[in-house]
């Protein structure tokens, strides 16, 4: 493994060094160890800080299936819901009353990939509202349109149900899995600083600390869809988790069969393929070449991506903050395909 670790040293440097992106850091869980790597800057405006260890990240979409999804789990689990459940059941202004949970959980609502018009909310309560009376985009069920707007009302559904989502997203995932940096809104927990830089913006100056997406910073930094922070350590202890069917560090987090519910595509002959939450060995995503007939995948609009591969008993997690100090940085497609490129080769050798 060192070797292949000095081979990503090297090619993180040569993005960063040039440019690319402002940092990057890696973690590869393979036969149960951790091997890791990062090289880069928290911000280069201002002030340039060097990124280390503990360097956390805003996640943004990666929350979807880091924290949402596995609270969701945890409460089909619990038998606090279904995934059959309708929507309405638990949100009574959504004024569609065939889509269900699973319809979010797997972005086949029938809701638009967006509406910029959420800009003209001033708060949770509002983009509820706004949300909950969108007119559809597509027939329910037809096709897969990814949504944040899905996740979202997950988040909402999870508060109805438990009252506070930050505290049950300790409760059943950070506190178990010993995510001790992990959670929402670090700049109000005094830990602005450990957290990378993301875009300068005219409304909000320089973001650190609180979420970088604009629909969850109305909400308040809690939402369904962004606004976890964590780690590459963290974020490790949860793919171990996944892949060991529930299980870290000799607990049960989660039962096998809630686990066994992330190995299946539940939407076939759709234009993607998806699991809960995740793509599924999906030929559009960065690992194609070279996918497992058991993989997840997501990524996270800031620079951040997960992959969890069940056939290889592995995950890479690649973080960065290619939003800084602008969101107009797109090399990243194709340095997670080469990263990627370069751990599964080495992975299928060892």
């Known amino acids: 493994m060192q070797s292949l670790i000095c081979d990503l040293q090297t090619k993180i440097k040569n993005y960063v060094d040039n440019g690319k992106v402002p940092s990057i850091s890696i973690g590869i869980v393979a036969k149960n160890q951790l091997s890791r790597c ?65 319809n979010l959980l797997i972005h086949t609502s029938g809701l638009p990939a967006d ?122 202890h949860l793919a171990l988790m996944i892949l060991n069917d529930g299980i870290y560090d000799g607990k049960t987090i989660f039962n096998p069969e809630t686990i066994d519910l992330l190995k299946h595509c539940y939407t076939n002959g759709l234009n993607e393929s998806r699991s809960l939450g995740w793509f599924f060995c999906d030929p559009i995503s960065a690992f194609a070449s070279k996918a497992s007939k058991q993989c997840l995948y997501h990524t996270g609009f800031t620079g951040t991506s997960m992959y969890i591969d069940f056939d290889r008993k592995c995950a890479i997690i690649i973080l960065t903050n290619r939003v800084h100090p602008t969101r107009e940085n797109n090399n990243i497609a194709d340095i997670r395909k080469d990263l990627h490129k370069t751990i599964l080769e080495y992975l299928d050798q060892i």
């Open 38 to 102: 990062e090289y880069g800057y928290k911000k280069l405006i201002l002030t340039k800080e060097k990124i280390d260890s503990n360097t956390i990240y805003d996640l943004a979409s990666l929350s979807k299936v880091t924290g949402t999804l596995l609270m969701i789990l945890k409460m089909i689990e619990e038998g606090s819901l279904s995934m059959e459940d309708k929507v309405v059941d638990y949100l009574k202004d959504f004024k569609y009353s065939d889509i269900s949970i699973k």
């Open 115 to 236: 509406d910029k018009d959420y800009k003209k909310c001033q708060n949770k309560e509002e983009i509820l509202a706004f949300i909950c009376q969108l007119p559809l985009s597509y027939e329910t069920d037809s096709k897969v349109v990814y949504s944040c707007f899905n996740y979202i009302l997950l988040g909402f559904i999870i508060e109805k149900l438990k009252g506070n989502m930050e505290s049950y997203a300790s409760q059943v995932i950070f506190d178990p899995l010993n995510m001790k940096m992990s959670g929402y809104n670090p700049a109000l927990k005094g830990l602005k600083q450990q957290c990378v830089a993301e875009e300068m913006t005219d409304a909000r100056g320089l973001i650190q600390g609180n979420v970088h997406d604009g629909k969850a910073y109305i909400i308040g930094g809690v939402a369904g869809n962004a606004g976890v922070f964590s780690t590459i350590e963290d974020l490790s």
